[in-house]
């Protein structure tokens, strides 16, 4: 049996033990914490989306790999981020009402930006606090983008886009919850994260360019995540949508 379907197989129902929410134990924080004041961002609709039919959204929808050389606007990066992960409400203490579908709202995933071309942010890797609407930069190697771009197996969106985004799992915010069959929710709620930015980008002339393919530990290691309890899962380039000339 190969790593994949032996994944599949123990994962199954009757491989399960009791979660530890069944077995009463607290469950993990809703979002990591950040140092500092952090850099707050429009709200969503100052974005001016252009209207835009969902239908024509999905039919519209490709890959885009190439990318205009202008800046994204600030506002223009806030409203795709509250798109993908945003929260409309927070529950007491216990879960939040976002932007995407999440197995049992406990939204694992963590936002990770390497921005390139933003107006009024100075190029760098960044996270993005969800509950609050921000951006906290992080310490990083001072040639992280193209760092980054080489553990991406050296795809050049990486570094050509406006923005890099990068999901990572914390993988106890869900198997509190789900035991060991979270790991399959995690990866589901990863591909709501991604079409979300995909139909946003329709409305904002923007492209986007989804990567799956890319050295995990070296990612996790620029990321500050030790790969096991916290992991980069899945990525996206965006840029600004490039005009033919004549």
């Not at 009402?97 to 107006?119: F, K, M, Q």
């Amino acid at each position: 049996m190969g790593t994949g379907q032996d994944f599949i197989e123990k994962t199954r129902f009757p491989y399960l033990g009791p979660s530890d929410q069944y077995l009463g134990k607290a469950q993990p924080p809703l979002e990591r914490e950040d140092s500092g004041a952090g850099l707050p961002l429009p709200l969503p609709g100052e974005a001016c989306p252009g209207a835009i039919d969902l239908t024509d959204a999905i039919a519209r929808r490709r890959s885009v790999r190439t990318y205009a050389t202008t800046k994204m606007p600030l506002a223009t990066l806030s409203y795709l981020l509250w798109c993908s992960q945003g929260v409309q409400s927070v529950v007491g203490n216990d879960w939040t009402i976002r932007s995407v579908p999440s197995a049992g709202a406990r939204h694992a995933l963590e936002t990770y930006l390497l921005v390139n071309r933003v107006d009024g942010v100075e190029p760098g890797l960044y996270h993005y606090a969800a509950l609050s609407n921000r951006l906290f930069r992080l310490q990083a190697h001072a040639n992280v983008a193209g760092r980054i771009r080489d553990a991406c197996l050296n795809q050049p969106m990486v570094t050509d886009s406006a923005a890099f985004f990068i999901w990572a799992a914390d993988r106890y915010r869900m198997t509190w919850r789900y035991g060991e069959r979270g790991y399959r929710y995690i990866f589901i709620d990863a591909g709501h994260a991604c079409q979300n930015l995909y139909l946003a980008a329709e409305a904002v002339d923007c492209g986007v360019c989804a990567i799956g393919a890319f050295d995990d530990d070296a990612l996790n290691a620029l990321l500050g995540l030790d790969g096991r309890d916290i992991f980069v899962i899945y990525a996206a380039a965006v840029g600004m949508r490039a005009r033919a000339e004549g």
